[in-house]
């Protein structure tokens, strides 16, 4: 089995979480049922029952390699973390405003990559179209 592509797995993160994301308030009476609105806590075995992999094929891809790719150090020597064990009392937390701008850059990859498959498709077809319509007309 082919495992999913990194835009596969934040766009199922992006679509189970949003609404989780955006709900959040700062409002003291209310639950939000998390410490912050930045990182919000994710399940990993049900993203992965959504990919049809095992869970730690997900833990794995946002902790080893997801987390290393677009975490990062600010000048003052803090750290942005794209996915942290913990937060506060929360577990397996995304940065979701960071995941929403990678997973955005990554749609935008795989949008230009269609397009010049689509054209050089097309390309292809013409080349090969069109010698042939020329050989039809000139019998």
Avoid at 14 to 32: A, M, R
Avoid at 61 to 68: A, F, G, K, Q, V
């Amino acid at each position: 089995m082919k495992p999913p592509s990194d835009l596969k797995i934040l766009d199922v993160i992006y679509k189970l979480y949003y609404d989780e994301f955006q709900s959040f308030t700062q409002e003291p009476d209310v639950q939000n049922g998390r410490v912050g609105k930045i990182h919000v806590p994710i399940d990993c075995k049900m993203i992965a029952r959504e990919l049809g992999v095992d869970s730690d094929i997900v833990f794995g891809r946002l902790y080893y390699h997801l987390e290393e790719r677009y975490g990062y150090k600010r000048e003052g020597g803090s750290r942005v973390a794209f996915f942290s064990l913990g937060v506060g009392v929360d577990r397996h937390c995304v940065n979701f405003p960071l995941l929403a701008s990678v997973l955005a850059g990554l749609q935008e990859e795989n949008s230009k990559f269609q397009w010049a498959t689509v054209l050089s498709a097309i390309a292809l077809l013409i080349s090969i179209v069109v010698p042939l319509v020329d050989m039809l007309l000139s019998k």
